[in-house]
């Protein structure tokens, strides 16, 4: 099985920084892409950023300029650096995966969600 453990999260002052890190772990032998996404209280999951393993990079157009999705093959680990943040980012964050690996002996890709993990942006 595979899990997404992501970490970063917390309250920040409008205009702060934060980093969210999301570690993949088990048999993976390929990662197709991975990103994040986000989900305010009271509204739908939208895609903030995302990067294929090999290097191509998407960004929702509320966060261009501001954030930067950067992922680590060897360590199976995508980052989101967030700057210059709003009020407006508050969220749960999740990590999202597309993966390639074993599973009960036989190679498969699959989707896979980490918990969340919550940013808040307040003064």
């Known amino acids: 099985q595979v899990q997404l453990v992501e970490s970063g999260g917390g309250l920040v002052q409008p205009g702060g920084s934060l980093r969210l890190s999301c570690a993949a772990s088990g048999s993976i032998f390929s990662i197709n892409a991975m990103g994040w996404y986000r989900q305010a209280s009271g509204k739908q999951r939208e895609s903030v950023a995302s990067?294929?393993?090999?290097?191509?990079?998407n960004y929702a157009d509320s966060v261009k300029g501001r954030f930067t999705i950067s992922l680590d093959n060897a360590m199976n680990t995508v980052y989101l650096q967030m700057n210059s943040l709003k009020p407006e980012d508050t969220a749960v964050y999740y990590c999202n995966a597309y993966v390639g690996a074993v599973i009960a002996g036989s190679r498969r890709w699959d989707a896979y969600w980490g918990q969340g993990t919550q940013v808040t942006v307040s003064s």
């Open positions: 990067m294929t393993g090999s290097g191509s990079s």
